[in-house]
């Protein structure tokens, strides 16, 4: 397994945009042999993404395929004007993956503060 951890600030304007654009963008992966991603906000109000896929070869072959691909280049356009600032990416190799499937909860789905 291989693991992506992301980090921003965004503009709490910009939210929106940037969640719509994160989900889209993990739809298409999935697609593409992605393991799915998670978004998160901290106490900080820095955001925080991870994303699994089976190798980093895989991810960097998933993402040369769907480059130049403007599905949507207004929402990405939009999205990436949210960014604040960018805190550098971290790749992660898996040692042990003991992660379960979390039981389903509508109610958790798209939740924000």
Do not use: K
């Not at 503009?11 to 963008?25: K, L, S, T, Y």
């Not at 906000?41 to 070869?57: F, L, M, P």
């Not at 042990?96 to 924000?112: E, I, K, Y």
């Amino acid at each position: 397994m291989f693991v992506a951890i992301y980090r921003w600030r965004i503009d709490p304007d910009g939210e929106h945009d940037f969640v719509a654009n994160w989900h889209r963008i993990t739809r298409r992966g999935l697609a593409a042999g992605s393991g799915g991603s998670s978004l998160f906000r901290d106490a900080e109000g820095c955001w925080v993404a991870i994303a699994r896929w089976e190798s980093r070869q895989a991810r960097d072959a998933a993402m040369r395929s769907l480059a130049g691909d403007a599905v949507d280049a207004e929402l990405s356009e939009r999205a990436r004007r949210a960014v604040l600032q960018r805190f550098p990416d971290q790749e992660l190799d898996g040692v042990l993956d003991c992660w379960a499937p979390l039981p389903a909860n509508p109610t958790a789905q798209g939740r924000s503060r």
